[in-house]
């Protein structure tokens, strides 16, 4: 069974930086996708950024030029560097990870960290 945790949320001031983790267990995910969506009280689950197997990044267009998505497979890690954050940025961020695409139906899922950002 595989579980993810996240780590690295916290308060910050606009135009500041965060590193998130997702620290995953239970097998291998190198030959997994995976990504990041987040969470606003009351809006829907929303794509922030993903990174395939091979590498490849995709990021939601809010987010492009200001975050970076990476990955250790050394350590089952995958990272999310959120720089230049905006008060819009506050979220509960959710790591998912799946063997084909990260999409809301993704097969894995962390528990959330929390992102706030004051302006």
């Known amino acids: 069974q595989v579980q993810l945790v996240e780590s690295g949320g916290g308060l910050v001031q606009a135009g500041g930086s965060l590193r998130l983790s997702c620290a995953a267990s239970?097998?291998?995910?190198?030959?997994?996708?995976m990504g990041w969506f987040r969470q606003a009280p009351g809006k829907e689950r929303d794509f922030v950024a993903s990174?395939?197997?091979?590498?490849?990044?995709y990021y939601a267009d809010s987010v492009k030029g200001r975050f970076t998505i990476s990955r250790d497979n050394a350590v089952n890690t995958v990272y999310l560097q959120t720089n230049s954050l905006k008060p819009e940025d506050t979220a509960v961020y959710y790591c998912?990870?799946?063997?084909?695409?990260?999409?809301?139906?993704?097969?894995?899922w962390g528990q959330g960290t929390q992102v706030t950002v004051s302006s």
């Open positions: 990174i395939a197997w091979s590498g490849n990044t």
């Open positions: 239970g097998r291998s995910l190198s030959n997994y996708a």
């Open positions: 998912a990870a799946d063997r084909t695409a990260i999409t809301t139906s993704s097969s894995y």
